[in-house]
């Protein structure tokens, strides 16, 4: 393989190499943000448990409210473990492709470290 085409090799793994790790670094921030979501619920959640596990005396409305708020809290974190779980999928799909593009532009990489220290090791001995 001349030096020419393995430069042109090299040029177009590290593009694909580039374009697979932007999409898969999109598809991780997803899931952070996700996964932040749910925390924040999370968070919501406590001001409405008993204090240091003792049951509070509460009028009805109150006691409504925080069942209501509790719902709430329970449809956001199903709608959030479902979004999750989709971009979690997306995820593992797209990880292979990226570790792939990875590989060959190192291999590509190292092969064209090979024939430039063979030439110039050929050079030398002329």
Same mark, same amino acid.
């Not at 899931?31 to 932040?36: T, V």
């Given at each position: 393989?001349?030096?020419?085409?393995?430069?042109?090799? #090299?040029?177009?793994?590290?593009?694909?190499?580039?374009?697979?790790?932007?999409?898969?670094?999109?598809?991780?921030?997803?899931?952070?943000?996700? #996964?932040?979501?749910?925390?924040?619920?999370?968070?919501?959640?406590?001001?409405?448990?008993?204090?240091?596990?003792?049951?509070?005396?509460?009028?009805?409305?109150?006691?409504?409210?925080?069942?209501?708020?509790?719902?709430?809290?329970?449809? #956001?974190?199903?709608?959030?473990?479902?979004?999750?779980?989709?971009?979690?999928?997306?995820?593992?799909?797209?990880?292979?492709?990226?570790?792939?593009?990875?590989?060959?532009?190192?291999?590509?990489?190292?092969?064209?470290?090979?024939?430039?220290?063979?030439?110039?090791?050929?050079?030398?001995?002329?």
């Amino acid at each position: 393989m001349s030096t020419r085409d393995l430069v042109r090799l #090299q040029a177009l793994a590290a593009l694909k190499k580039d374009a697979e790790l932007a999409r898969l670094a999109t598809v991780a921030q997803s899931r952070n943000r996700l #996964q932040a979501a749910l925390a924040a619920l999370k968070d919501t959640e406590a001001p409405l448990d008993p204090v240091n596990g003792k049951a509070q005396i509460h009028d009805g409305a109150m006691v409504a409210a925080r069942l209501a708020h509790r719902r709430w809290i329970e449809a #956001q974190q199903r709608r959030l473990n479902q979004q999750l779980a989709l971009v979690t999928a997306d995820y593992l799909r797209q990880k292979p492709a990226a570790a792939r593009a990875f590989g060959r532009a190192s291999v590509l990489q190292q092969l064209a470290d090979r024939q430039a220290k063979d030439q110039l090791s050929n050079k030398n001995r002329i």
